[in-house]
């Protein structure tokens, strides 16, 4: 939080919590300290960020239904369109709230290890492309949003992908009634060695050359590394190697560990004992990873799962029926307070 609230002084952008990475609104009376508002992806976030978060709340969705759209608009501060149809659409109903309307541009390169986060994939549905087209619109804008970063830990390929923005779009930023750019989230400037000035010198420079509002839209790099996953020990087995089948599933409390072929992380991971960390639904792959333990295993012995906060709690489901984790909030304080936990009647209740 403290590395957000700097990188917002020195370089006058704006940052917004990326809900769709991190829900868990619990801890937003602190986080809202830091930053200046949400940013969502549904009707769902958008209230969610309008009711719990505060300060500034941008709408944006891939499609907003018909039915949605006014209560869309009673809870944001600003709306961003995802193609030229959805303008049409519904773009006189923002114009009469008087609400900011922006439409995400993909500017076809990112830098994503994983094609299925890639915004610039072949055929992509996420934003429009053709500068001529947003041209024949501009009038109806007031700003842009392009998220194109994903994971992206180099300064160097963030400044030149930019680049390539400004390249391609720089015209239409340079348009008088364009205010203000999103650059998306997906930018890793919370890790330790991240050149966090020369990012804040890059928007700085970005905003003063087209007198634009800069904003960030960071998911992961608001909780990075905030939360764990406290599991335990339920049964030891062995199969060529030795076994430990947990209180918990990455398909339904880890989702991105299966989707993206990640193991977890499980620190200090040393030792005589290696082990496979196992889930305990019905999913053969449900395998949390291989680590090693300075002792053997035991039934009950409690595992810490490392930086469980994003794209975690906001995927949960209840594949198999598992027993969800609750949720408790270490606080500042040093005292840990359960903020919510979950049962039969939950489960039951998702279902029909
Ligand atoms: C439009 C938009 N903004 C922000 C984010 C947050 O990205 P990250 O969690 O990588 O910072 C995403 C992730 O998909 C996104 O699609
Ligand atoms: N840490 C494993 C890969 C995570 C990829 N995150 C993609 C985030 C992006 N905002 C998305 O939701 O597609």
């Known amino acids: 939080m403290q590395r957000i609230a700097r990188l917002r002084e ?53 499609a907003f239904a018909a039915h949605e759209i006014d209560e869309v608009l009673a809870n944001s501060d600003k709306v961003i369109f995802n193609s030229l149809g959805q303008l049409a659409r519904f773009g006189t109903a923002a114009h009469a709230t008087h609400k900011p309307v922006g439409l995400r541009v993909n500017p076809g390169t990112s830098n994503s290890p994983y094609l299925l986060a890639d915004p610039a994939r072949p055929h992509s549905r996420l934003g429009e492309a053709d500068p001529d087209k947003i041209a024949a619109v501009i009038d109806q804008l007031s700003g842009f949003m392009f998220h194109n970063n994903c994971e992206n830990r180099s300064f160097e390929s963030f400044d030149h992908m930019l680049g390539q923005i400004e390249a391609r779009f720089g015209h239409l930023l340079q348009s008088e ?52 996953l406290e599991v335990s020990v339920l049964d030891i087995n062995v199969n060529g190697k030795q076994l430990a089948i947990v209180d918990s599933s990455t398909e339904a409390h880890m989702l991105d560990l299966l989707i993206y072929n990640l193991p977890a992380r499980i620190e200090p991971n040393t030792g005589e004992h290696a082990y496979l ?9 449900d395998i949390f990873g291989e680590f090693r333990f300075e002792a053997p295993l035991q039934v009950g012995d409690r595992i810490s799962i490392q930086d469980a906060a994003g794209y975690t709690m906001v995927k949960k489901n209840w594949f198999n029926g598992v027993g969800m984790p609750s949720i408790v909030v270490a606080r500042l304080d040093g005292t840990e307070e359960l903020v919510q936990s979950f049962g039969f009647d939950d489960y039951v209740n998702s279902l029909s």
């Not at 420079?205 to 998911?219: I, K, N, R, S």
């Not at 960390?277 to 792959?285: R, Y």
């Open 277 to 285: 960390v196992c889930g305990k639904t019905c999913l053969a792959g």
């Open 177 to 228: 009634g364009i205010a203000w750019v999103s650059l998306g989230g997906g930018i890793h400037f919370c890790d330790e060695g991240y050149p966090l000035e020369q990012l804040a010198a890059r928007l700085r420079a970005f905003a003063d050359q087209y007198q634009v509002q800069v904003y960030l839209e960071p998911g992961e790099a608001s909780i990075t590394n905030s939360a764990t």
């Open 10 to 62: 020195l370089s006058g952008a704006k940052a917004l919590l990326a809900l769709k990475c991190f829900s868990t609104w619990s801890v937003f009376p602190l986080m809202c300290q830091y930053m200046d508002g949400s940013t969502s992806s549904s009707l769902h976030e958008v209230k969610l960020g309008f009711q719990k978060f505060g300060g500034e709340t941008h709408a944006y969705s891939v």
